[in-house]
């Protein structure tokens, strides 16, 4: 997709669709659409009215200009209240690409107001502008529309009228914001796609790939390897499975890494399909667990648009992937398997088979020389039920590093929200027979599956994202968010690097 920046006058601007956000009536409208209604003799003012338009999210109202301006249609979009005006900035580029998409035309100005850092409110319109017209069309045959937008045209707004930026703000933006959403549409992509294709073999098909294209390293422990280094928790997981496990690891390093440079890993949890093994899930809740591979899936698109972003650390993205199903070699309850690190686990859930397998990619996360370390896993339902399916939930060794992941989190307009590990509750992974069991008590799900993860974590500052929730919607409620795998977490990922480095 094309873009560029317009600031001059819009009724001279030559596009299928000249789009203005709105957030309410006529009266609140910016100074640009006032003008572009005093242009056309109040006619928009008109249609409003009578159309009854009051900018409410998911309105629209279009019209044609027969000629009257240079563009040939333009567009009201309700957008509603926005949130924190940056981010929403990316929501409202959405709504005005998806309206054009749906029109099928294939250039858009869209009018935004340009407050605001210029580099970030442009790389987040046009980073929406994308998004807004992201589909996953991999397995339709029948009725298959590419989208048709092939020119984004943004126009800033401020109280002094359409401003214009540097060509180097623009095409810092422009790479930027190319980086990130089609390493979001990557992430969606593999949690949309499928179990019978979305393998533990596929996923590291696809980071050998990045790997080659953007310049990682690339390694693929294959189950050989697995097995040589006695990782019994991830073979464990793998045992009721047709398909062998991977752990996969993509490396970052930035230009002249010095031993100051500090190294992070990313450890998402690659499950591609989760039926509970013998505590098997009934209909209902494991009509979705393709999605359990969305913090592995998260953690190869950040890898993916890492090295555009350029941040001075060494990010490793580590991928442990494998399926839970049932057969004779599948774990069983009472089985005892023995980490990476040497501590014993009694299994008591075999549904709880995340951390176990993230538990085996933290040992190997440990090697690595890092000094701080995240896991990113749809892990568990109780976090769904403590947040909601928007946000996110954050766990942390370190007060420190925590606010610096909500912060980022916040900057770039993901949902997120602390939870507490709270120690009282380690004794319910207490096992009669083992160091640790796999689950803990009735309440407090979230918080005991991050207590046992950290069993696992060195003396490295760590932080895990328990993204059951947001990482896969049944309904979009922004533009820029589809339903179906969201990528929620690439873009925290990305900023929590970038600004570590600085
Ligand atoms: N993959 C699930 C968690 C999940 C639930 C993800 C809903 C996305 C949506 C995880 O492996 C799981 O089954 N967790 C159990 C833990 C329990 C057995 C302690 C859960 O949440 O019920
Ligand atoms: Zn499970
Ligand atoms: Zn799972």
Redesign the pocket.
């Known amino acids: 997709m094309n873009s560029e920046l317009f600031s001059d006058d819009l009724s001279t601007l030559d596009v299928d669709l000249l789009a203005f956000t709105v957030q309410g009536y006529a009266d609140s409208w910016s100074d640009a659409l006032q003008k572009m209604d005093q242009a056309l003799d109040g006619l928009l003012t008109t249609v409003a009215t009578e159309e009854e338009f009051e900018g409410k999210p998911e309105t629209s109202v279009v019209l044609h200009t027969h000629g009257r301006v240079a563009a040939s249609r333009i567009a009201l979009v309700g957008v509603g209240e926005a949130s924190t005006p940056l981010t929403s900035v990316r929501n409202h580029a959405a709504s005005a690409s998806a309206l054009a998409d749906r029109l099928r035309l294939k250039s858009v100005c869209v009018v935004l107001a340009g407050g605001g850092e210029d580099s970030r409110t442009l790389r987040f319109a046009l980073e929406g502008a994308a998004l807004g017209i992201y589909r996953f069309n991999a397995h339709r045959t029948r009725d298959v529309k590419e989208a048709s937008v092939e020119r984004i045209v943004l126009a800033l707004e401020t109280e002094s009228g359409l401003r214009s930026v540097s060509a180097e703000t623009l095409e810092h933006a422009q790479t930027l914001a190319k980086a990130s959403s089609e390493a979001i549409a990557l992430a969606r992509d593999l949690v949309n796609e499928g179990p019978r294709t979305a393998t533990p073999q596929r996923l590291a098909d696809v980071a050998r790939q990045i790997a080659e294209e953007e310049g990682l390293e690339c390694i693929v422990h294959e189950i050989e390897a697995i097995q040589e280094r006695k990782m019994e928790l991830l073979l464990a997981v793998n045992a009721g499975s047709d398909l062998d496990a991977r752990l996969i690891h993509l490396t970052y390093r930035p230009e002249n890494v010095t031993p100051d440079t500090p190294a992070l890993a990313f450890v998402g949890k690659g499950?591609t399909f989760?039926a509970?093994g013998y505590?098997i899930?009934p209909t209902g809740?494991i009509d979705?667990?393709k999605?359990?591979m969305a913090g592995g899936a998260v953690v190869l698109g950040a890898m993916k648009a890492i090295s555009v972003f350029a941040p001075d650390c060494v990010v490793h993205g580590i991928v442990p992937s494998t399926e839970?199903l049932i057969n004779g070699s599948a774990m069983k309850l009472g089985d005892i398997y023995t980490g990476q690190n040497g501590k014993t686990v009694e299994i008591r859930?075999t549904?709880?088979?995340?951390r176990l397998i993230l538990a085996d990619g933290l040992c190997y996360a440990n090697e690595q020389g890092i000094d701080e370390v995240f896991t990113l896993a749809?892990?568990?339902?109780?976090c769904?039920v403590a947040l909601g399916p928007y946000t996110a939930g954050i766990f942390s060794n370190k007060d420190a590093m925590r606010d610096s992941v909500l912060s980022a989190a916040e900057r770039v307009g993901e949902d997120a929200w602390p939870l507490p590990l709270n120690k009282k509750m380690k004794r319910m992974l207490k096992s009669d027979v083992a160091d640790l069991k796999n689950?803990?008590e009735r309440w407090g799900?979230a918080i005991?599956?991050a207590l046992f993860l950290e069993e696992f974590v060195d003396e490295t500052d760590w932080t895990h994202i328990d993204l059951?929730g947001p990482s896969?919607l049944s309904t979009s409620v922004e533009s820029h968010i589809s339903k179906g795998g969201t990528g929620w977490g690439v873009l925290t990922l990305l900023e929590y690097a970038a600004d570590r480095s600085s």
């Open positions: 499950l989760d509970g505590n899930k809740a979705d667990m999605i359990d839970n859930n549904d709880a088979e995340g749809t892990l568990t339902g109780a769904v689950v803990g799900g005991t599956a059951a896969y």
